[in-house]
């Protein structure tokens, strides 16, 4: 039997007059000696958006681990790891990584308390 948890939250503050917006969504799932987790975020201020990720998948002593950023939907700047050592280091256009995630419906009434003129910038379907 799988083991999973799952986060979405969405935050506003406005310290320092700058209005901040920020979209992170979580999900891991144990099953036997697996491990697999996903984070995404997109934080938007005045200074543009800075989206992050980071996958991990976790079999018996094996570790894979993708990280990637990207400022205003430039291209991703990809890290990959295995076991805790660099293994690659490249960019990626920002188009050839899109996040699905299964809760439409919670994000959807999320995004219903969201400024509009943030929605459409929040997160990459």
Avoid: A
Avoid at 60 to 81: D, L, P, V
Avoid at 106 to 117: G, P, R
């Amino acid at each position: 039997m799988s083991i999973y948890s799952k986060t979405i939250q969405l935050t506003e503050d406005n310290f320092n007059n700058n209005n901040t917006t920020k979209f992170e969504y979580k999900y891991s799932q144990i099953d036997n000696n697996k491990l697999s987790s996903t984070s995404y975020t997109n934080s938007i201020d005045s200074s543009g958006s800075i989206e992050s990720f980071n996958k991990l998948y976790k079999e018996n002593n094996i570790i894979h681990e993708k990280i990637g950023n990207s400022t205003n939907k430039k291209s991703w700047n990809i890290k990959e790891f295995i076991n805790t050592n660099l293994e690659k280091e490249y960019n990626d256009s920002y188009d050839s990584i899109i996040f699905k995630f299964n809760d439409v419906d919670c994000i959807q009434e999320i995004f219903s308390s969201v400024d509009n003129n943030n929605k459409n910038n929040m997160i990459k379907l």
